[in-house]
């Protein structure tokens, strides 16, 4: 069993940035890929980045540029560095992890990001 705990949300203006940090416990936290997703206000969740055991990282089109997902074995975390922020990145913000060889995944209990003046 895996468990995850989201930090770093916040309220932010336009333009500025936000870490987001997830801790795991619980796992062998090298063998997960990794996933960030968020949900806005009556929206589905979104996968926004996704870094794989190998740190091979994707992007949603919505965010490529500006976030940058990454990963450190060693302290059992994930982050997403969010930078040139907008209005319409306001969501709470999930960590998930999810084994490549099995279908259980994980989700933290979110963090929630607001991008407003």
């Known amino acids: 069993q895996v468990q995850l705990v989201e930090s770093g949300g916040g309220l932010v203006q336009p333009g500025g940035s936000l870490r987001l940090s997830c801790a795991a416990s619980g796992g062998i936290f090298s063998s997960y890929n990794m996933n960030w997703y968020r949900q806005a206000p009556g929206k589905q969740h979104v996968l926004v980045a996704s870094?794989?055991?190998?740190?091979?990282?994707n992007y949603a089109d919505s965010v490529k540029g500006r976030f940058t997902i990454s990963r450190d074995n060693a302290k059992n975390t994930v982050y997403l560095q969010m930078n040139s922020l907008k209005p319409e990145d306001t969501a709470v913000y999930y960590c998930?992890?999810?084994?490549?060889?099995?279908?259980?995944?994980?989700w933290g209990q979110g963090t929630q990001v607001t991008v407003s003046s």
């Open positions: 998930n992890a999810k084994h490549p060889l099995f279908e259980n995944a994980y």
């Open positions: 870094i794989t055991t190998t740190k091979t990282t």
